[in-house]
């Protein structure tokens, strides 16, 4: 896989572990979702994400 693909499965499972401890846990863990969000909003103007550089560090191809 590559790190567009992996971008968007650590995004998805953040954003559904997030409901799921809000739900389960305390509300304000939806806080999470929505920097998980925001930062998606972003990378969309900017094509930069914190957690693509992390994936190119650790060795996750382009």
Do not use: E
């Not at 968007?8 to 401890?21: E, K, T």
């Not at 998980?36 to 930069?48: D, I």
């Amino acid at each position: 896989m590559n790190v567009d693909r992996w971008l968007r499965l650590i995004a998805g499972f953040f954003v559904m572990l997030s409901v799921a401890l809000s739900y389960l846990h305390d509300p304000r863990w939806l806080y999470f979702t929505a920097f998980v969000g925001l930062n998606l909003f972003q990378s969309a103007f900017t094509n930069w994400c914190p957690m693509m550089t992390f994936l190119r560090k650790v060795g996750v191809k382009s």
